[in-house]
């Protein structure tokens, strides 16, 4: 009894599937040669031979892998086969989903840098506005003790003034005392 294993076709370009022969077993079977597929496989007819490469397998090989993938493709470099199984995600998927994570990444460290400058910028500005609070507050301080001198020097004056007032008053002879800085001085 004749065993003659899968021979698989596919484009050299990308490794997609273009005929699968089977496998095929029996007493009358004969393998044939790549010229008799092309004659024989529409699918192989209709494409220029330079562009269709060929896997030929044991009989039986890959038996588990065919049963339990729910697709397969060649690798157009290798030359070797590569199945997919229910909820496993493709190689060009994963491919293209971490060309995108990278891109995305790459635009986040991009957003992150500018967003650090921005925050030295802030934290730049907020250094000299916390100098210039402090020197607010300083010149406000001095301003404050400034006041302060001169309410206690106004009350001063007040008290003086009614002293004085409460002695024109009484009638009492006034004393005369230093002349006021600023003022007239008498010399009569």
């Known amino acids: 009894m004749m065993e003659i294993g899968m021979k698989i076709y596919f ?8 005929v699968n022969t089977g496998e095929q077993v029996g007493r009358l079977v004969v393998e044939t040669t790549e010229d008799q597929d092309f004659a024989t496989y529409k699918a192989l007819a ?9 896997v030929k397998l ?3 090989q890959f038996r588990r892998e065919f049963a339990e993938c729910n697709g397969y493709r060649v690798n157009p470099d290798t030359e070797d086969l590569e199945f997919t199984y229910p909820g496993e995600v493709p190689a060009e998927v994963l491919i293209k ?7 995305e990444s790459a635009k986040t460290v991009q957003e992150l840098e ?5 925050l030295v910028e802030t934290l730049e500005r907020l250094d000299q ?22 309410k206690h020097e106004a009350a001063d004056a007040q008290l003086a003034l009614t002293e004085l007032y409460e002695l024109v008053l009484a009638g009492q002879p006034v004393a005369p005392t230093d002349p ?4 007239e001085e008498d010399n009569a």
């Not at 989903?97 to 891109?103: A, F, L, N, T």
């Open 11 to 18: 484009e050299k370009a990308t490794g997609n599937v273009v």
């Open 46 to 54: 209709e494409r220029v031979r330079d562009t269709i490469g060929v």
């Open 58 to 60: 044991k009989y039986g």
């Open 97 to 103: 989903r971490i060309e995108m994570v990278e891109g």
């Open 114 to 118: 500018q967003t650090n400058k921005k």
């Open 129 to 150: 506005t916390e100098t210039q609070l402090q020197e607010a507050q300083l010149a406000l301080t001095e301003n404050y003790e400034e006041l302060q001198t001169a």
């Open 180 to 183: 006021v800085e600023g003022g």
